[in-house]
């Protein structure tokens, strides 16, 4: 008796610990797929080996934060083109 019921303690144990493990990587599952380091990457291949800007950067954080229309526009102001903008900040909110 005393056997099972330490199996039992083992079990819950277990099933605790991969409920906790699980529904922690389900809460940060969204934050990491935001990538600050693509977007800038992005611009990065545009300026071919050219390291980008702190403006640059900045902007791409924004884009993480999801305000796409400002992370366009801030990348515009570093002189990035428009197309580069927009992926950039596509990928640095996925």
Known sequence: MRTSTRTASRIASVLTGLTLAFGGAALTAPAAH????????????ELKGGEAPE????????????????????L???????????AACRVAAQ
């Open 55 to 74: 403006a640059v950067r900045a902007a791409c954080y924004v884009g993480v934060a999801g305000a796409q229309d400002e992370c366009v526009s801030g």
């Open 34 to 45: 935001a990538d600050v380091r693509a977007c800038i990457n992005q611009v990065e291949r």
């Open 76 to 86: 515009a102001e570093s002189s990035v083109t428009h197309g580069t903008a927009v």
